[in-house]
């Protein structure tokens, strides 16, 4: 009770609803709507063709202004034109479904995807505050288990839309998600070691003293560890990295939605808001994936050359600027990252086929499986030998 | 008889998959610079660039009627068009000129004359089969309207399309 009146259960609280809002509203939210649209415009670059680009502000509504506003790009109005059209279309729930599934599988699609990112630390401290909206010690197993609730949401809208193609894609996704979770567990079991921690935000601060896993001359020079521990951790970025597609079902491994196969797979019964909750989950956990690969390989908000909230490393002069100004850029920084990561996500989606199903089991238990299990193995020795 | 595809042996790198991925991203992303470039040909924007200019001269457009040098009307009403039109179109009301007129030695010529656009094929049947020259398609394409009576074009409007054309036909021109 005394916590409850206390001066920092008032601080925590204001401070995390701030965080989520922020972070929810303000960053995850417009990312995922600007997400699709570069998907619709990279993907049209890639393929020769011009894509979205007439929608703009429609500015001319107001009086006073005669055109509209469509800035560099054009299309830049697209997603908030998506945005109106699925909110304005009929939500039809067909008479053969489960409803009360049918109902409750977008939001379990949506909602894995938004918690896991409570985890994230998404910047260093900014006035003081803690730039991670649940600070916890084994934020990584709390990634994968939240993470892992999201293939219900798959799986019954797959199961409750009793049809045949939601029902194969349903299926794929099950076997699919089970495989590749595995193995992405496994390959973060190397960063855990070197790191020794399972809280994302020790992760990231054990990188910003001895540098980046996937690039350790960061915080410049080389040791003899760190050049020998490179390569069980390119090993481990690389079959993460791959175990992250499979897991956010974005192609090579889409086949719970292959177009070309399944309609649109698990979701063709959906119409309106439902199947953009879908869309918005299936994007929000690409986020959140990217995220995960940025904190355990890339440095998290960490820049070389830019000092953290606690004012040290990086350049002397650079500290006459204050720090939240530093906090401000580390949320920059590490949002700039997770962009970079969105848009090779993309680049890969335009230029990779599909597996085949047999394929895709074949390389997930017979191949990244092995490879991640011999590469703790190898990660553990080299620890061991060069201590 | 069974026919056997010898599968083809591959090399460790082609098994390993990676460098194969590396190589497409290399490619797509060729393809992205050339368009940010701007040297990839695209297609026409079209309400901002037009192919007005480079429309080639049997370009089959609106049908339109013509007049003269001398401003008569072409058309003499003989309602050959209408007959032809496959998807009937055409509505033809032929009327007498009346003596008074300065050519009525024409005889005939149309009251009425509908070309329902929503119906036009533009094949351009009727202005291979019109004796006196009096029916063009031009080169107007983009026909649109709100309401279906908006594009039924009539006499007027296809005077106003069609314009002056001079020169072809000269048999009803008055004697030297």
Redesign the interface.
Known sequence: MDFLTSSDFWFLSLTSLAKTIFLIFLVVLPMVSYTVYAERR?SA??????GPNRTGFPTSLIPGFTKDFSPFLGGLGQPVADAVKFLLKEDFVPGHVNKLYFWLAPCLAMMPAIVTLAAIPFGSEFLGVKMVVADINVGLLFMFAISSVSVYGIVLAGWSSNSKYPFLGGIRSTSQMISYELCMGLSAVPVLLVCGSTGLSSIVNYQVREGWLLAPFTNGGLSFREIALWVPIIIAF?TFTISMFAETNRLPFDLPESETELVAGYHTEYSSMKFALFFLGEYTAMIAGSALIVVLFLGGWHLPFIPDGAGQGGLNFLHAIPSWIWGLVNITAFFAKVAVLLLVFI??R???PRFRYDQLMKLGWLYLFEIALVNIFLTAGILAFTK | MAYVVPRPNLTWKEKIY?PS?VA??A???K??K???KGE?H??M?YPEEKWDKSMPDHYRGAPTLVTDEHGRERCVACQLCEFICPPRAITIKPEEIPADNKFAKVEKRPKEFEIDMIRCIYCGLCEEVCPEQAIFLRKDYAITGITRAEMVHDKAKLYELGGVFTGLVNKWNPKK
């Open positions: 990279v670059l890639i393929q020769d063709r011009v690389i680049w890969i335009w230029t990779l | 990676l991925i497409g991203m490619i797509t992303f393809h992205l050339r368009m940010i990839t695209v297609v924007q």
